[in-house]
């Protein structure tokens, strides 16, 4: 299976990734990568985001984006009418993102305020890449924090998965999406960032990018280009 995209979709995806075709998704546009614009504002008690009420999707592609950025915290089990709320509001952007010809890079997260099992990474994973949501591109937690994963934990804590556990999770979380997957390590330095993509890699798991601060991603240009998938395996163009 594969993500069906627009000519115009792909070619800014084309210029959101580095010149080994894996999507390394920036805020800041440089020589090999295009600028995302974040389309959300402030989040509610509920945590369902607003939208930049000076921006849209044609302005964004006006001014010269290469992506709509959506962050989303999302957990199935949570209330079913805010859930309702955020997958109409995914459905929204998702359909104004694509009218523009640009590409939908649907950051998912956990709430904080919810224990991050892997089952409800893995639900996530699943619900979203639907194509209701016109995602091009979803941005996720792992399913295990490799700070839980024996090998990795710092002493004296006792690791919560053994490697075989953590990496059949992995794969799982790979296996729920045909949309290119991107691992969000923001705020993770190059070389806990790298731990995650090789433990990925070496799992099973199709990892397609990173997101990333840009020196982050110029300090694991060359580990991406090894262990991550090219993104173009998992789009097709539409007539």
Known sequence: MSVKITLGQFNHLKALSNQQLVLTATTERTATSG????YDGDTDADGLPSLQADLSALRIAETGGDGVLLHLTYLANDDEVINDRKKTLVERVGAEAKANH?????ALAIPKTAVPAPEAVIAMTREFSDPRYNASVLTLPTPVPLSHVDGFTKTPA???Y?????AALFKQQ??????PLVVDATGLRAADAAAVLNFAHDSGEEVNGLLASPSVLTALAKPLSKVATPWTAKVEVED
């Open 35 to 38: 600028r995302l614009v974040t």
């Open 102 to 106: 640009l590409p939908l890079v649907l």
């Open 158 to 160: 006792t690791p919560t």
């Open 162 to 166: 053994d490697r075989a556990q953590a």
């Open 174 to 179: 790979s296996a729920a999406t045909d949309l």
